[in-house]
């Protein structure tokens, strides 16, 4: 990495507290206009805000944003062009570094045993849903441990990324857990029906099974 990479907005972003799930999207990606299509529609100030991600300088207008909702914007369209760019062989592969380093986290599952996670989006529309973790060995997704990544956007990751990341590189996928919890009382198992209501129970006494019911007796 060159002092100039160093010192770009994306770098600068990318180390930002809370913004530890980031990979840094390769410029190139980012000046391909093809990689950012439609993406001017779903933006504010789009190309004032491309123009600090890209660290450039046209100067300042009258007409130009305030810096704070400038700022904003930018974020938000490094994350939708994030989102795509994870999805891209050089994407995947940064992302499956920071996956084998569990920069990511943790599995807060027991029978998971600490298995690395990804990160999610149960949305692909900025601004419904928070960033997740999802594992792999279970199969399911939980909040993020760390209160800092709370205010991440979920659709800055997407819905498909860990998906296509363990169709790209299946070796990386772990075996699924087999290992459940199951309920006990002073050693024994606990049957389901045990959590019933009398409520419940009294109802299915009640009700006659098919096939029960007495028939008519002929004369």
């Given at each position: 990495?060159?002092?100039?990479?160093?010192?770009?907005?994306?770098?600068?972003?990318?180390?930002?507290?809370?913004?530890?799930?980031?990979c840094?999207?390769?410029?190139?990606?980012?000046?391909?206009?093809f990689?950012?299509?439609?993406?001017?529609?779903?933006?504010k100030?789009?190309?004032?805000?491309?123009?600090?991600?890209?660290?450039?300088?046209?100067?300042?207008?009258?007409e130009?944003?305030?810096?704070?909702?400038?700022?904003?914007?930018?974020?938000?369209?490094?994350?939708?062009?994030?989102?795509?760019?994870?999805?891209?062989?050089?994407?995947?592969?940064?992302?499956?570094?920071?996956?084998?380093?569990?920069?990511?986290?943790?599995?807060?599952?027991?029978?998971?045993?600490?298995?690395?996670?990804?990160?999610?989006?149960?949305?692909?529309?900025?601004?419904?849903?928070?960033?997740?973790?999802?594992?792999?060995?279970c199969n399911?997704?939980?909040?993020?441990?760390?209160?800092?990544?709370?205010?991440?956007?979920?659709?800055?990751?997407g819905?498909?990324?860990?998906?296509?990341?363990?169709?790209?590189?299946?070796?990386?996928?772990?075996?699924?857990?087999?290992?459940?919890?199951?309920?006990?009382?002073?050693?024994?198992?606990?049957?389901?029906?045990?959590?019933?209501?009398?409520?419940?129970?009294?109802?299915?006494?009640t009700?006659?099974?098919?096939?029960?019911?007495?028939?008519?007796?002929?004369?």
């Amino acid at each position: 990495m060159t002092d100039s990479d160093e010192s770009s907005w994306i770098h600068w972003f990318c180390k930002q507290r809370g913004n530890e799930f980031f990979c840094e999207v390769d410029e190139e990606y980012i000046q391909d206009k093809f990689n950012l299509n439609f993406l001017d529609s779903n933006v504010k100030n789009y190309k004032c805000a491309l123009e600090v991600i890209l660290d450039l300088n046209p100067g300042s207008g009258s007409e130009d944003p305030a810096e704070p909702e400038l700022e904003a914007s930018a974020e938000k369209l490094y994350g939708l062009i994030h989102a795509r760019f994870i999805l891209t062989n050089r994407g995947i592969e940064l992302m499956l570094e920071k996956y084998n380093k569990g920069e990511f986290g943790t599995c807060p599952r027991v029978f998971c045993h600490q298995q690395p996670v990804l990160p999610i989006g149960l949305s692909d529309n900025p601004g419904e849903d928070m960033v997740a973790i999802y594992c792999p060995k279970c199969n399911d997704v939980y909040i993020p441990k760390a209160s800092r990544h709370s205010n991440l956007d979920g659709a800055f990751f997407g819905t498909g990324f860990p998906h296509m990341l363990f169709m790209e590189k299946p070796d990386a996928r772990p075996k699924r857990g087999k290992q459940k919890f199951v309920p006990r009382l002073f050693g024994f198992k606990i049957h389901h029906t045990a959590y019933r209501t009398a409520a419940e129970n009294q109802k299915d006494a009640t009700v006659s099974p098919v096939g029960e019911i007495d028939s008519p007796s002929h004369i």
